[in-house]
């Protein structure tokens, strides 16, 4: 099998490429492609535990406390004791942190559109669906 | 725009996955996805050199030599002056490291199978094509 016809290679050069490219459009904000990730989760209101953002974002349990030691350094977010529930820790966005939604939402949509122009309109949805069978986000 | 339809964290999220399961199955022959990488490049004999490698792999030229090590530790590899060109540094397997290409290939063969089974045949080729296009290997 020739490397540009394996699966691992293909994903792991695109994903290589297209991250240097959020990378690159998120760095004004002085934030990464991850961090944004986890701001995505609080943005939404509905993965507030450092377990849950884990989850959504397919990352290790022993990796997110580091990614949210340094946004904390970074004054985007802070960790609390759940108050509905005291075994929990809760993060909660600061307002640096909110302030943030509207203007990287608006550089990943256009980041996305930018990257995705390449490929025709109506092969970028099932390229979509068919990443998502593999991630396991989605059942084929 | 929800993280499932955003291109970076789908490729992040299925490279992760896709990574794991070629990893597990290479585990047996105690070589990383990445080793695999390299020694397929020395199968074929065409980039032989750690720059040639790099290349091909989408590595940055101070990865490469790390991953050099590594390989040579393991008794896969052996790098010499260039025998053409003396300013050169060419990699060269080992009976070890060719005697790898025929299991390997197997096992990377069947995963590439399995991992794209939940996707139908007819998608499969699109979706490689597509990706290719992401990573800038093929024009659109």
Not at 14 to 23: A, D, G, N, T, Y
Request: glycine share 4%.
């Amino acid at each position: 099998m020739e490397l540009n016809q394996c699966i691992n290679y293909l994903l792991t050069t695109s994903q290589h490429k297209v991250f240097q490219e959020i990378s690159r459009r998120l760095e004004p904000f002085d934030v990464t492609p991850i961090q944004y990730g986890v701001m995505h989760c609080l943005w939404k209101g509905e993965k507030t535990t450092p377990k849950e953002i884990a989850s959504e974002l397919k990352l290790e349990n022993s990796t997110i406390s580091g990614i949210l030691d340094r946004m904390e350094k970074k004054g985007l977010l802070n960790r609390h004791v759940s108050i509905e529930d005291r075994r929990f820790i809760e993060v909660v966005l600061t307002d640096k942190g909110k302030s943030l939604e509207e203007p990287i939402l608006k550089v990943i949509d256009d980041a996305n559109h930018d990257i995705l122009a390449s490929i025709p309109e109506k092969e970028q949805e099932l390229l979509k669906k068919n990443l998502r069978i593999l991630a396991g986000l989605e059942e084929a």
